[in-house]
């Protein structure tokens, strides 16, 4: 089973009412079960049934975004959209029955405690009284997705999306990027109504999903949603000192450094995605080329590497090339009777390219390693966890960057590093804002605008925003999704960043134990809390003091030592 290529995994739909059928004949049966064999027997069957429907579910995913124009998977992604929802309130029974089962201790030794902080955590976040109230969410949700993703920008007489605007952004010409930039925010400016009354609806419904299931205020309820058992949002809070402290005063300095090496004076809102005046650093080859010296350069990092991206390459499961038909972005799922990790994007010929084969690559690398634990809720860890795996992978893979940016490569870790710096400030604006916005939920519109406007100032004092009036009335927090379509989920970039720059640090003092940590940090998948893998994987803890500090002098010293003047 294991050695299958993709194209020949078999999809086929669940037939709903036999999987309900069998879903709940094994609840009933483990309800009533006597002894703990008889439960374990049945807590397998359970959890293979539910694998077998995440089968099905992912390899759709996979043919769906491969092929959006392939009715056939259209109609089934459609399908997995109206069932979902009915399998996730089967498996809360299940959460409830596991909770409460006789033989709980003895499961707990076998699964370990993870498990049923899940539960715990899952049957706190919902109740029956809030089904229509979640209805409504997504709704408001997906009407601020509509709204981004049916923009028509005209600029030059062309008509431009968000996304085929990007370019332009980023244009060698500042008139050109200060135009392109203008168009975007007057885009948001003449949506800016609608998308506050979207999410003051947004917070308004989540304060009261929050007290009907008996929380002050929807922050504690957030953090249950994103399965966070271990830390609160004070602790958060000290991270977010940190970053003041410690990162901003670089991010600041490496602005300066890009306002020399782009050549300008003031550093305008529309130039600080501008980062080299020859433009950013590009892979050199075509996307075979890069497939070809991936392949080498995990053969040589490690054994682990080697056969795990050997599987992926053997086994199809791989799609990476920009095709007609192809969904946006990239990702990596997993699909579980397969034991097969899959990576899907969009390659266009930037350092996103490799990125995808670093990051999405690190994210696979970990579900392929934790392949044997078997346990649905274990496939993956919380999304704070899951990102070290990535972000580390980026940094593990710096010795073989040669191999795709020839004379560039210099050029290219500056700029991976230096970005990296450089998301924190904003990627901790994001979560405070998100805190004050649910700490306060009858604040207006304007009250938000403002908000936003103080919490830029103090982790983006370098912000420029030339009079644009949208942008200096508070309004460019409008344009990140998440905080309209997944609250809370933001920092958790940021925290993985700051273990993954440990590991950077680990890997440049001694190889081998900051890999032998990286491996067991992997191999242990979902099967702990985010605090637990990081003192698993022998890494400081983001939320105490002197954690950000630790790492900070390292990056400086080597951002130093490079001399940008010449990118
Ligand atoms: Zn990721």
Redesign the pocket.
Known sequence: MQFMKFDNFQYQRPVMKSFEEQYNAYLKDFESATTFEEKDELFDKNNALRQKYSTMYNICHVRHTINTKDKFFEEENNFFDDNNPAVEALTNRFYGLLLSSRFRIDLEKKWGNQLFVIAELSLKTFKPTILEDLKEENKLTSKYIKIKASAEIIFNGEKYTLPTLSPLEISKNRQTRKEASTAKWAFYSKHAKTVEAIFDKQVKLRHNIAKKLAYDNFIQLGYARMIRSDYNAEMVANFRKQVKEFIVPIATELYKKQKKRIGIDNLKFYDEDFRFASGNPKPKGTPDWIVENAGKMYKELSNETGTFFEFMRHNNLMDLVNKEGKATGGY?TYIPDYKSPYIFSNFNGTSGDIDVLT??A??AFQVYSSRDIGLSEYNWPTYEA??IH??SMEFFTWPWMELFFKEDTNKYKFAHLSGAILFLPYGVAVDEFQHFVYENPEASAEDRNQAWLAIEKIYLPHRDNDGNEFLENGGFWQRQSHIFTTPFYYID?ALAQICAFQFWKKDRQNHASAWADYIRLCKAGGSKSFLELVDLANLKSPFEDGCVESIIGDIKTWLDSVDDSSF
Request: net charge negative; proline share 0%; aromatic share 10%.
């Open positions: 990596c990051h999405e690190g994210h899951c990102e990535s972000m970039y």
